[in-house]
């Protein structure tokens, strides 16, 4: 069993749908979450960093962690077609830089 | 600010065969990591510099080495370049504290014939 599990999907929404994306994790040593985004081709580019249980908002991208469930989740709203891409959850403990990746959801946002 | 840079892009080689990849790092950041980017594997931790040494390292075998100059640019090799060593390979900077978020660049894709 992976440390970081994600559903790979691929997920189809319609454009203005609210997306949930979620990640499960079994260490429980994670002390730092962060999604990515990954357009094909492209290197991951960060979306959200969160430290903390609890909700982080910016712009039209939340992110959610439950330490206590080992669960963490991104809520996208009004999605655009420009979303298409895979979403990656990544954590870290305290120490150094070393981020365990889940393996991605791909998320198409049909016009 | 300049992102993070790889060098080359593509790479195409045989097996048996070593390579080396170039990271240029965003200016500022003493701190780069590399990951292995694979469809069945996903990304994989390889190894993190700080400051010309190694920081940590994740779970792959001794043929995947790497290094750091004193201007923060950082170097990864593999040699006996085995047919699953195709991959895409990131590197990610940052400015190196615990708490630090890392910016990564649009790899290097490596195919292994």
């Known amino acids: 069993q992976k440390e970081v599990e994600q559903d790979p999907g691929p997920l189809s929404v319609p454009e203005g749908a609210i997306v949930s994306l979620n990640c499960t994790y079994s260490?429980?040593?994670?002390?730092?979450f962060m999604w990515y985004r990954q357009y094909s081709r492209k290197g991951p580019e960060l979306l959200m960093y969160t430290y903390s249980s609890g909700n982080k908002e910016d712009g039209r991208f939340t992110a959610q962690v439950d330490k206590s469930s080992k669960y963490i989740s991104l809520f996208i709203r009004d999605s655009q077609p420009s979303d298409s891409a895979t979403y990656l959850c990544a954590m870290k403990v305290d120490a150094g830089n070393m981020l365990t990746f889940g393996g991605g959801t791909r998320l198409m946002v049909k016009p | 600010k300049a992102g993070v840079t790889q060098t080359p892009r593509y790479l195409i080689k045989t097996r048996g065969q070593q390579v080396t990849l170039s990271c240029s790092p965003i200016?500022?950041?003493?701190?780069v990591s590399w990951y292995q980017q694979t469809p069945g594997q996903g990304l994989q931790f390889l190894f993190e510099y700080f400051s010309e040494t190694q920081r940590n390292k994740g779970n792959f075998p001794g043929r995947f080495s790497g290094r750091q100059f004193s201007n923060s640019r950082s170097e990864m090799n593999v040699s006996t370049l085995e047919l699953g060593d195709s991959a895409l390979y990131l590197c990610?900077?940052?400015?190196?504290?615990?708490?630090?978020?890392?910016?990564f660049g649009p790899g290097t894709r490596l195919t292994v014939l």
């Open positions: 200016s500022g950041h003493r701190s």
């Open positions: 990610a900077s940052s400015f190196g504290d615990l708490t630090d978020t890392q910016y």
């Open positions: 260490n429980s040593a994670f002390q730092y």
